[in-house]
Structure formats: structure tokens, C-alpha cells
């Protein structure tokens, strides 16, 4: 089951703080991201980019994006 | 895999977008903008402040039309690239206050992050100490940020909404062309205008609003902010949009040596004070502010742009903040800091250490 961060009305740098504490509690695994301006979705994949996550997939939803992201070990 | 779609969001784009705003700024002062003031938001947003009488401070009252383009340039890539999205309810009033007291720190040191940058690339050594300070500022930000402060969450909301601060722009600019500057003449029609000071330098009204307009569209695109370079570097070391403030230093400087604008120094800087402790104060409470509000004012534009309608209040603040700087003799001269501008420095970092300590609500 994958964690979720919901972003959605926070602006910068409010999503990525939000993704990275996220990512460092989890460690590895899948989380989805929330949110709802195009800025915070590309920092939001950009932060996990940088921490070594994989951007899997960034969906279009309810005029935001679902963003999944990834890391294996 | 998402693929970035977005050219401007990768480093070669923020890299792009700072040259051109560090290039053109450069040129605007050549064009007849004021020395080392060839962008500056916050001048730009005092000066409109004067030439609406919301201050009267003689020497600094022109509607400058690069404001009301960054504002539109940003709208028009809002809306080509899908990106207008009308929202608010984030706090407004404290987007006001913030936006009020970041103007007020940067009326001491005399410039935005823009121009602090853009003194330093005309040799300015004052800007040192600005630049400090608002890396200080900034850094104190990231502490609150770090600490759980956050504005709370904003709401999708009409479209007018989002409207609201371009259809204002828009309204200026109408003013702007319905009356326009008059030889030797202070006012035409319901405008202030400067006979001398910077106020009275000014590129042409089409240059103007056209490098206006590509700035904002650029910015829009590419989410240009110094604020957000500094912050971002401070708080997850990570350069992207710190590549673009570099750009735009590098590339201004190298226009200043070409166009003979250059001239390095402290004493006799073109509109800029030596009181060092308060250039360094003064934006210490405008990068505190802008850490706080999300944004240096020109981010704030260019998100007010796309529909940002938190961003168009901490506008609205920097306006009537303005206003406030110069009714009150807060706003610094070449002569140094104004009788209160030592008060009211120390009046906003309060203020905005109590926002930053009260407003912890946590993000969930």
C-alpha cells in the first residue's frame, strides 16, 4: 500500500518538505504525491530525483496531478 | 518515466531565463532606466505607488509598465501552457503584512533581490551587504521552515479571482496610455510624475512593456525566483533555480563591462546608500519576508499571474507597503537611511518572527 502526501493547496516549498520527510520516514517503497500546481509537480520530481527516488508515473487529476514515485532498496 | 515537458524547467532553461532578464536589465538602464535599476520589482512597485499618490515622495513616481508585463507576460504562458489555475485562501492578510514589511526592508537597502544582483553586476559593493543579509534572512526562513510554519492551504476559487491583479495591471496600463508623462509637467491627469530622480528615468513605454512581458513569460515558464535559489540551496541543496540568480548576475555583468556601466565602488553608487549595517538589515527583513510568503516579489508577480490569488495580495501589500515607506520617512536616500527606517526594520523582523513562531500548523 502505497504512502500518500497530500500537497494539494501548499505552495512551494511546502510539497517538497512534505515529499522529503516522507521519504526519509519510509526509506524505499512507493509513495503518491498530491498535488495541484504545475511547479510543485515538477519540484516534487525533482526533490525525488535527487534523493535517488524514481518519478514512475504523474497523472492528471481532479486538476492536479497524482505523482508516484520509487525506490527499491 | 514522466518526461519533462517544460524546457524552461531544466537547468539549461533557468540558466536561459536568467541571462535574458540579466541582458535586458542591463539594456533597459542603457534604454533609460535608472542606474543599476534596469529590473527592480520593488522600486517599480514604490514608483507605481507614487504615480498613483499613495506616496508623495517627488523623486519616485512613474507607472512603470515592466510591472503591469511581467504581471500580463505571465498570464498569456499561464494560459498557452494550461497553467492558469485561480486559487486562494492562504493566509491573505499575513501575505499583506509580509508583502508591506518586504518592501519596507528593501526601501532600506534600496532594491529587490533583482536589483541587489543587478548592483553588484554594475560594481555596486554595497549590494554585498545586501545580498548578505538577504541570505540571512532567507536562511532564518528555512528554520521556520523547518520547523512546521506554513501558510495553510489555499483553495481552487473562481476564475475572476485570478483575474482580479492582471485586470488591476491591465487598469494601470490604460492609465499609463490615457496620460501619458507631460513635458515639465508633475501630474497628467490622475498620475503622479517625476521631473528629476530615479522616477523621472524611464526606457520607452514600448521597450518597457515588451522586455515586461517576455520577462514574465520566461519566469512563468521556468519559475524564476531568488528567493527560491537561495532557499532551495539553504534547504535541500539543490541548485536549480540558484543556476538561473547566477545566470542573471554573470550575464548582467558582462552587458555592464561591454556597455561601459561598470564601475566598481562604494561611495556615489547610482541610487544606493554606504550605511552598511542597514543595507545588511534592511534585507534581512525582506528575505525573512519573502521566506515566509513564498516568493521575492518578482515571483510573486508572475505567480499572481497564473492565478495566484495569495501572491496578488502580497502585491497589494508591497504597494500600499510603499506608500507607508515613504509617508513615513522609512525609505532610505543616497543620504542614508531614512529618520525612521532603523524602527521600522526592527518593527517587521518582530512581526515576522511572530508569524514565523505562531503559524506551525501542521502540514497534514
Known amino acids: ?73 | 518515466m514522466a518526461q519533462m515537458k517544460n524546457i524552461f524547467a531544466v537547468r539549461w532553461g533557468i540558466i536561459g531565463v536568467g541571462a535574458f532578464i540579466g541582458v535586458f536589465a542591463a539594456l533597459l538602464q542603457k534604454w533609460g532606466n535608472p542606474g543599476n535599476m534596469g529590473i527592480c520589482v520593488a522600486c517599480f512597485d514604490r514608483d507605481i505607488a507614487g504615480a498613483l499618490g499613495l506616496h508623495r515622495a517627488d523623486i519616485v513616481q512613474y507607472m512603470r509598465p515592466e510591472i503591469m508585463g511581467f504581471v500580463l507576460g505571465s498570464l498569456i504562458a499561464a494560459f498557452l501552457f494550461k497553467e492558469f489555475r485561480p486559487r486562494a485562501g492562504s493566509a491573505p492578510i499575513v501575505r499583506f503584512v509580509l508583502g508591506a514589511f518586504a518592501m519596507i526592508g528593501a526601501l532600506v537597502f534600496l532594491g529587490c533581490p533583482w536589483r541587489a544582483l543587478l548592483r553588484l553586476a554594475g560594481g555596486d559593493g554595497n549590494a554585498i551587504l545586501g545580498i548578505a543579509g538577504l541570505i540571512g534572512g532567507i536562511w532564518v526562513g528555512t528554520l521556520f521552515l523547518k520547523g512546521g510554519y506554513n501558510l495553510g492551504r489555499s483553495e481552487k476559487t473562481y476564475a475572476s479571482v485570478g483575474w482580479m491583479l492582471p485586470l488591476i495591471m491591465i487598469f494601470f496600463l490604460v492609465l499609463r496610455f490615457i496620460y501619458p508623462p507631460l513635458a515639465d509637467k508633475p501630474q497628467s491627469g490622475v498620475l503622479f510624475y517625476s521631473l528629476k530622480g530615479p522616477g523621472s528615468m524611464y526606457a520607452p513605454l514600448a521597450v518597457s512593456l515588451i522586455i515586461g512581458l517576455a520577462v514574465g513569460f520566461l519566469a512563468q515558464r521556468s519559475r524564476f525566483c531568488t528567493m527560491g535559489a537561495f532557499r532551495d540551496l539553504i534547504l535541500f541543496r539543490q541548485p536549480h533555480l540558484f543556476m538561473g540568480l547566477l545566470s542573471l548576475l554573470v550575464f548582467a555583468f558582462v552587458t555592464n563591462l561591454i556597455l561601459g556601466q561598470f564601475h566598481p565602488g562604494f561611495a556615489k553608487q547610482p541610487v544606493a546608500h554606504t550605511m552598511s549595517v542597514w543595507n545588511f538589515g534592511g534585507m534581512v527583513l525582506a528575505g525573512l519576508a519573502f521566506a515566509l510568503a513564498g516568493g521575492c516579489p518578482g515571483r510573486q508577480l508572475f505567480l499572481a499571474g497564473e492565478g495566484d490569488g495569495d501572491a496578488a495580495i502580497f502585491v497589494l501589500g508591497m504597494i500600499v507597503g510603499a506608500g507607508f515607506a515613504h509617508n513615513f520617512g522609512t525609505a532610505s536616500s543616497p543620504a542614508g537611511v531614512g529618520p525612521h527606517g532603523i524602527a521600522a526594520v526592527i518593527i517587521g523582523l518582530l512581526v515576522c518572527l511572530f508569524i514565523g513562531f505562531t503559524m506551525r500548523r501542521k502540514a497534514v
Open chain 1, 1 to 73: 500500500m502505497a504512502q500518500i502526501v497530500d500537497a494539494r493547496g501548499f505552495s512551494c516549498p511546502q510539497p517538497v518538505l512534505m515529499t522529503m520527510q516522507e521519504m526519509k520516514k519510509t526509506g524505499k517503497g512507493q509513495i503518491e504525491v498530491l498535488v495541484d500546481t504545475d511547479t510543485s509537480k515538477e519540484n516534487v520530481s525533482r526533490a525525488a530525483t535527487s534523493q535517488g527516488w524514481q518519478v514512475q508515473n504523474v497523472a492528471e487529476e481532479g486538476g492536479g496531478y497524482r505523482i508516484v514515485i520509487k525506490k527499491d532498496a
